[in-house]
């Protein structure tokens, strides 16, 4: 396939959006035939061409009306003859209303996808109805699984109706942890996404090299980043802490096959180099840390992690609460969950000219370990590894965001946050 051609029309494409595009234009300039280009297009993209251009300019439209500007203009300026065919077509392809959109989710400029940089699923409603016959699902509501507070849409996620949600991927592995730790956390009595065996009792289906699984939505809301810092933020940090916690003692009983993941070498040997002169890092400050933290590494406990934390992923329900998304479940140090989940509130709302609000964060960093110490004990080398697994989480995450245009906002405030957190080392220690 020669993805590099593809690549040129993903940006003649987006380059085009208020333009006329046909497809006999772009293959032109793909210099393939029309059957040809259709089937390379596909198979690079993951749904047609038309279809494609179609979902680029109504999440571009959508962002547009979101700033302000009138419906029915930016409905004119992306091709429709009314906003009535625009609302219409928004419905169809991303699975709300516009009005319901804005009102639940921020409307993010959409990424430039790149094919040459990273791996990106984008599945039809067409094919996912395909695959939902598995369940007899076929003719439920399909939409786009949307994270409110940052308007990332997921690429390896849809909602199936109210109860459900449809997860896809290339890599085997990921599905099958998925569904090993869900299946294992439900024995244990932890509120968890339980996975849905199709028609014929398999628990997930394969099709044309991707794997797909279904599982239960669990009711309730996410914590939002923003209300962490509202009335009452304390009580809030360590009721995170002490669920993350609950976590930790929950997967320490559990008999999963995960990778493992050593946070050291992976700080040390890639983060730290990736990093070299991208970061501000004090010489003397990195061997320092990184001496000490080869100390304290292979006496801190390790055991089956969540790896990924972060507020939009732990939901809660009344009294009720349960995290989702373990598909980057591992084998690692145990304190690496609390420290990411303070990490990730940091990251979502990191305002580097407000003092007041970095301070607070430190506070709720602080709750967050004190919550979570107070249900699962932390040993004295856990304690005072605390701020070393936390900026070493903060140099690896910095390391990949560093080459993904997807991520170059993210990228960007990461490092201004990386070089503030080895400025405020010492305030980080328990």
């Not at 609302?87 to 392809?93: C, D, G, M, P, Q």
């Not at 409307?107 to 791996?119: D, G, M, S, T």
């Amino acid at each position: 396939m020669d993805r590099k051609a593809i690549q040129r029309i993903l940006d003649y494409i987006e380059d085009n959006l208020k333009a006329e595009i046909s497809v006999e234009e772009l293959s032109d300039l793909a210099g393939f035939s029309l059957f040809h280009f259709y089937r390379l297009f596909q198979s690079a993209v993951g749904m047609p061409v038309m279809q494609y251009i179609t979902r680029r300019r109504l999440l571009h439209g959508i962002h547009e009306i979101s700033l302000g500007h009138k419906k029915i203009d930016v409905a004119l300026s992306y091709g429709y003859e009314t906003y009535a065919g625009f609302y219409k077509s928004f419905v169809r392809e991303i699975g709300y209303t516009p009005k319901v959109y804005l009102k639940m989710y921020k409307a993010k400029k959409p990424y430039r996808i790149n094919i040459l940089q990273e791996e990106h699923i984008i599945m039809s409603q067409k094919k996912i109805r395909d695959i939902l016959i598995n369940w007899e699902l076929e003719n439920e509501k399909i939409a786009d699984v949307v994270y409110g507070e940052t308007g990332e849409i997921s690429d390896s996620a849809k909602y199936v109706g109210e109860d459900y949600v449809i997860k896809f991927s290339a890599n085997l592995g990921s599905i099958k942890k998925t569904i090993d730790i869900s299946h294992a956390l439900e024995s244990i009595g932890l509120l968890a996404a339980q996975t849905i065996p199709t028609k014929d009792g398999k628990y997930y289906v394969e099709d044309a090299g991707l794997y797909y699984v279904l599982s239960k939505r669990i009711q309730g809301e996410n914590i939002k980043v923003g209300s962490v810092y509202l009335d009452e933020y304390l009580e809030k940090a360590r009721f995170i802490g002490e669920i993350v916690g609950q976590l930790s003692l929950a997967l320490a009983k559990i008999d999963v096959v995960v990778d493992d993941m050593n946070i050291l070498k992976n700080v040390c040997e890639w983060a730290i180099p990736a990093l070299n002169e991208k970061v501000v890092i004090d010489k003397s400050f990195l061997e320092s840390y990184q001496r000490r933290f080869r100390e304290l590494y292979d006496e801190l406990p390790k055991q089956i992690i969540h790896r990924d934390p972060n507020p939009s992923n732990i939901i809660t329900n009344d009294d009720k609460w349960g995290f989702i998304d373990f598909d980057l479940s591992e084998c690692s140090v145990r304190i690496y969950d609390p420290c990411y989940a303070a990490s990730a509130i940091l990251s979502e709302s990191f305002e580097l000219d407000n003092p007041d609000k970095l301070k607070k964060w430190i506070e709720i960093f602080r709750e967050i370990m004190y919550g979570y110490d107070a249900v699962a004990k932390l040993t004295e080398s856990e304690k005072e590894a605390i701020p070393y697994v936390l900026l070493a989480n903060q140099f690896i995450a910095t390391s990949w965001f560093a080459d993904k245009d997807k991520y170059k906002d993210i990228y960007e405030v990461n490092v201004s946050m990386t070089e503030w957190m080895i400025d405020h080392f010492e305030n980080l220690k328990i």
